[in-house]
């Protein structure tokens, strides 16, 4: 059996060094009513270059114990706000060229 993996948010970063806060959702069925409910577990995670940040979706895999709490280390960053506005950024301010000035006539 391969090792567990979750996919969650970056709540709190910056507290404990090479450590970050990460909330896994899943969902759970009420007994009684049948609904779904949103239930979600915060797990601390080995950041070793420190690079998460808040709001960060990411990808954390079990390990051996790091710490008395720690269990988890970083596998993947899949979505990071910071990284999208920074690319937004750079779109506005050097627009596309048009195809006119890229072709060589």
Do not use: C, Y
């Not at 910071?82 to 060589?104: H, K």
Request: hydrophobic share 40%.
């Amino acid at each position: 059996m391969g090792a567990m993996a979750f996919v969650g948010v970056v709540t709190k970063v910056g507290v404990m060094n090479k450590t970050a806060t990460v909330t896994v959702p899943r969902l759970v069925i009420h007994k009684r009513t049948g609904k779904r409910l949103e239930r979600s577990t915060k797990i601390l995670t080995h950041d070793e270059n420190n690079e998460l940040r808040i709001e960060d979706t990411v990808l954390i895999r079990h390990t051996r114990p790091i710490s008395a709490r720690k269990r988890f280390i970083l596998e993947k960053i899949l979505k990071s706000p910071i990284g999208e506005a920074a690319a937004i950024t750079a779109a506005q301010t050097n627009p596309p060229l048009p195809p006119a000035v890229l072709s060589p006539s």
